[in-house]
């Protein structure tokens, strides 16, 4: 199993960014895939899941109505679609799925908002 995080970098408060969650080694359109974060000094925190087949999504309350979670199984990718981003949205940013009853995680990708 393995997931690759992809898309961060810098941007301006306001601004947006989509982060690309590439998964192999398993069978992915049969599992939910959830984004964390971790800004410096923090824990880690969850920001969202979507389901399977990318019918079901969820968001912590510090994203909702600005992220939004979508998935291409065809791909093998899950997508997370940030808007009007934040310098508290600052973190590295990881997907995660749950497989065979182990987590697995990707190496995650760095977010800084700032002007």
């Known amino acids: 199993v393995q997931l690759v995080e992809s898309g961060g970098g810098l941007v301006q408060p306001g601004g947006s960014l989509r982060l690309s969650c590439a998964a192999s080694?398993?069978?992915?359109?049969?599992?939910?895939i959830r984004w964390y974060r971790q800004a410096p000094g923090k824990e880690r925190e969850w920001v969202g899941y979507?389901?399977?087949?990318?019918?079901?999504?969820n968001y912590a309350d510090s994203v909702k109505g600005r992220f939004t979670m979508s998935r291409d199984n065809a791909k093998n990718t899950v997508f997370l679609q940030m808007n009007s981003l934040r310098p508290e949205d600052t973190a590295i940013y990881y997907c995660?799925?749950?497989?065979?009853?182990?987590?697995?995680w990707g190496q995650g990708t760095q977010v800084i908002v700032s002007s």
């Open positions: 995660k799925s749950h497989v065979n009853n182990a987590d697995y």
């Open positions: 080694g398993f069978t992915f359109s049969s599992y939910d």
């Open positions: 979507i389901s399977p087949v990318g019918t079901s999504t």
